[in-house]
């Protein structure tokens, strides 16, 4: 009974590790990926976990930046989920690459799905020409509860580097590569953007990617189990 009780602490020890690690990925609202190039144009999800054990998300408003504007952007339809493109005057007058900008997308708007209890969802969306002049792009980002609740990702980076309760979404911007002409001119409106298609095969590559590398982690975490329950047998009582 006493190594029966040694290997079940073992396991449970084993299984903490392995889906612990985890954890942390669906913790906050994020951007992925994190990065995009200047100059260029990309495709991001916004990733929102469901934080709450009696309420569900119904709601979720990204607001986009106005002191970048970004002239093309496009959404991916989200099953359950109505979505709206908001335009908008900006502050003040902004010069880019195809002239000075007073309107532009402020904000996206996704409403009337669900995001239960232990589940996240990803919005995705097709945005550029990514600035030149910055190494950053900040999209705070407001989560509604069923229950009335209003959560803001808007908290910029602590001063002594630690994370922020609600960090703000941010996408870093890298130098080009120069590898893909489409990088340096905006694309025509037929190509503005990945068809519907693409970004689903993009998408269900990147999620059987994490399916394998979830699986590997459990099956290294059960030999581990089994390698301390034949070591515990082996001792000698």
């Not at 309420?55 to 979720?60: G, L, P, Y």
């Not at 980002?141 to 229950?147: A, D, E, F, K």
């Not at 993009?202 to 590997?216: F, P, Y």
């Amino acid at each position: 009974m006493s190594m029966l009780r040694r290997g079940a602490t073992v396991l449970a020890a084993a299984t903490a590790v392995t889906f612990g690690l985890a954890v942390p990925a669906l913790a906050h609202v994020t951007i992925n990926p994190g990065t995009a190039e200047q100059g260029g144009f990309t495709k991001v999800a916004f990733r929102v976990p469901n934080e709450r054990d009696d309420a569900s998300t119904v709601k979720v408003e990204v607001a986009f930046p106005t002191d970048h504007p970004l002239l093309f952007v496009s959404v991916k339809p989200v099953p359950g989920w109505t979505v709206k493109v908001v335009d908008g005057k900006l502050p003040q007058p902004v010069k880019t690459d195809e002239g000075t900008v007073n309107d532009a997308v402020t904000k996206v708007v996704w409403s009337g799905g669900k995001i239960n209890a232990g589940e996240f969802q990803e919005f995705e969306v097709s945005m550029g020409q990514m600035p030149k002049d910055t190494s950053e792009l900040t999209f705070p980002t407001t989560q509604t509860y069923s229950g009335g609740e209003v959560v803001k990702w808007a908290d910029p980076p602590k001063a002594d580097g630690s994370e922020a309760e609600h960090p703000i979404p941010t996408l870093k911007l890298v130098a080009s590569t120069g590898d893909d002409d489409h990088h340096a001119a905006a694309p025509s409106t037929a190509a503005a953007a990945p068809t519907v298609k693409q970004v689903a095969t993009a998408s269900s590559t990147s999620d059987g990617t994490a399916r394998v590398l979830g699986g590997a982690g459990v099956v290294v975490g059960a030999i581990g189990v089994i390698v301390a329950l034949l070591a515990l047998r082996r001792r000698p009582s």
